[in-house]
């Protein structure tokens, strides 16, 4: 049976949302986002799985977890997305959908946030959007696996 879980992965800091840098990153809390995120999979019939962690290697092992299990994996990595290479290493490892989200757009931020090493791993990638990043991440991700059903 196809699987129906979109695993929801959150790395360092973003446990702060909601009291960290509000104009940067908005009011919302880490929880509000996976309601949005969980909401709009829900809607196609998909459950979410959520984790957020301040350490590179329970990210790893949640995204090693996901091998087989989760269709999607839909993950904003903080500044983990700027150099944790093992991290890209997992998810190249990883059969599904990936999509990375930032609530910023790190494009237009300082120039070290400007490289991604999960972009080259990631079925896409949607910054810049708030909260709504997360919807459109789920949305994104159904779509991809919606495509690619037989
Ligand atoms: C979140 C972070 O914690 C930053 O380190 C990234 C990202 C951007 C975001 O916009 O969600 O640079």
């Known amino acids: 049976m196809p699987s129906k879980l979109i695993l929801v992965l959150s790395g ?5 949302l909601g009291q960290r840098e509000p104009g940067i990153y908005g009011k919302a809390t880490l929880d ?6 969980r909401e709009a999979a829900a809607a196609a019939g998909y459950e979410v799985e959520h984790l957020q ?7 790893i092992d949640a995204i090693h977890g996901a091998r087989g ?4 994996i839909v993950f904003n990595p903080g500044a983990f997305t700027h150099y944790a290479h093992a991290l890209a290493d997992a998810l190249a ?6 999509v ?3 609530l910023s757009n790190p ?3 300082e120039a070290w946030r400007r490289t991604s090493v999960i972009a080259p791993v990631a079925t896409g990638t949607i910054a810049g959007f708030g909260g709504t990043g997360y919807r459109l991440a789920v949305e994104a991700a159904l779509s991809v696996l919606e495509d690619a059903a037989p």
Request: glycine share 6%; hydrophobic share 45%.
């Open 107 to 109: 494009a237009a931020r």
């Open 69 to 72: 299990r989760a269709a999607a």
């Open 53 to 59: 962690s301040n350490h590179e290697g329970a990210l």
């Open 100 to 102: 990375e989200v930032h």
């Open 93 to 98: 490892a990883y059969d599904g959908v990936v």
């Open 12 to 16: 360092p800091n973003l446990n702060l």
């Open 32 to 37: 509000d986002h996976v309601a949005t995120a």
